[in-house]
């Protein structure tokens, strides 16, 4: 990450992980390619719970896939980098990649029973990776996967280790991922909607767990995912996506109680606070067609503020607000854009 977004987000440096003007992109109509991915940058701080939020297309997954190198076949990264630990991960070799992929950094996935291999009982598949990386026996793999589902909240696990995954209810299936992405300790646990499809009970449940491991073993979580209620209860800093641009990222608190980037105060205004939490509305504003423009604001076609500079000049990550590294990609907050005749509103969502 730059010097001068890793002091505009009021960090100190080195972070555990800084992903630096990531760019990605995917073929599009007579050969053209379309950029998904436009300079993303952010970064998680050790032992913190940073969210990557935004609505289905914002580009949160392939941002933590190409973050560790499992993009898929068409896509290409065309520029920047992935810093973890001080090493930039995106020149590496596919096996130089996989020392890292799944043992510093784990990954967890939605539909944990899409990805358990159906003809192998859950316990074996945990057994597998953990004799990826430790050199043991296969009995003392078997003992070791064991401990991990206790540790994970599995009861009864040497009875659980014999079960095939259809035979596991949701709740139970993601916390035989769990196991299998902690089997190596890692120092940064990417989650990728790791609740979906669990009723809410079962949400809260994976996510205490998540919070427990995290202290437990020292760890920091990437944590992807659409909804605020479980940002606003689990995570230290947000980032929010639109359109395969960081709008908007600082502290929690600052984004729900203070948000900047109208496409932020449109999500942030989809929610309900009551007795300390945040519920989830269905407020269908939330939801937006993205137009990958090459030039200019990604949001500026649906945004109530937008004026001249928006479609043809891409805003820059500025400060805002009196939080430390809280900051927004948008011209209402750079003088170098002001213009006299905004309307009141516009006046004031700009402070």
């Known amino acids: 990450m730059t010097?001068?977004?890793?002091?505009?987000?009021?960090?100190?440096?080195?972070?555990?992980?800084?992903?630096?003007?990531?760019?990605?992109?995917?073929?599009?109509?007579?050969?053209?390619?379309?950029?998904?991915?436009?300079?993303?940058?952010?970064?998680?701080?050790?032992?913190?719970?940073?969210?990557?939020?935004?609505?289905?297309?914002?580009?949160?997954?392939?941002?933590?896939?190409?973050?560790?190198?499992?993009?898929?076949?068409?896509?290409?990264?065309?520029g920047g980098r992935v810093l973890f630990e001080g090493h930039d991960l995106l020149p590496l070799g596919e096996a130089e990649k996989r020392a890292y992929r799944g043992k510093r950094i784990a990954m967890i996935f939605q539909s944990p029973k899409a990805s358990l291999n159906p003809l192998v009982k859950a316990g074996e598949q945990i057994a597998r990776v953990v004799r990826l990386h430790h050199d043991v026996s296969e009995r003392r793999a078997e003992e070791m996967a064991v401990g991990l589902m206790r540790s994970v909240g599995i009861n009864d696990a040497p009875r659980r280790y014999h079960a095939y995954p259809h035979q596991l209810s949701g709740g139970m299936a993601q916390r035989v991922m769990i196991a299998m992405a902690l089997s190596s300790q890692p120092a940064l646990l990417i989650a990728d909607e790791p609740t979906t499809g669990l009723d809410v009970t079962i949400q809260e449940q994976i996510f205490e767990l998540l919070l427990e491991l995290k202290d437990r073993l020292k760890m920091s979580i990437l944590l992807i995912t659409h909804d605020l209620a479980l940002v606003a209860e689990t995570s230290d800093r947000v980032v929010v996506m639109h359109g395969g641009h960081v709008v908007e990222m600082g502290p929690v608190e600052a984004i729900f109680e203070e948000p900047k980037h109208p496409y932020t105060q449109r999500l942030v205004g989809s929610v309900l606070r009551a007795d300390r939490r945040v519920r989830v509305q269905a407020a269908a504003a939330a939801v937006e067609g993205v137009v990958y423009a090459t030039r200019g604001c990604r949001y500026a076609g649906k945004c109530e503020h937008v004026f001249a500079p928006c479609a043809d000049i891409r805003p820059a990550l500025l400060q805002v607000g009196a939080a430390p590294g809280h900051v927004a990609m948008c011209h209402l907050y750079d003088p170098a854009h002001a213009r006299a005749d905004r309307t009141d509103e516009q006046r004031a969502v700009s402070g």
């Open 3 to 78: 010097e001068a977004l890793r002091m505009t987000e009021g960090l100190p440096a080195p972070q555990l992980l800084e992903v630096e003007d990531l760019s990605v992109s995917f073929p599009a109509l007579r050969g053209a390619r379309t950029t998904v991915l436009d300079r993303v940058s952010f970064s998680v701080g050790r032992q913190e719970t940073v969210a990557l939020v935004g609505e289905s297309g914002s580009g949160k997954t392939v941002t933590a896939l190409a973050t560790i190198g499992l993009n898929h076949p068409s896509a290409s990264v065309d």
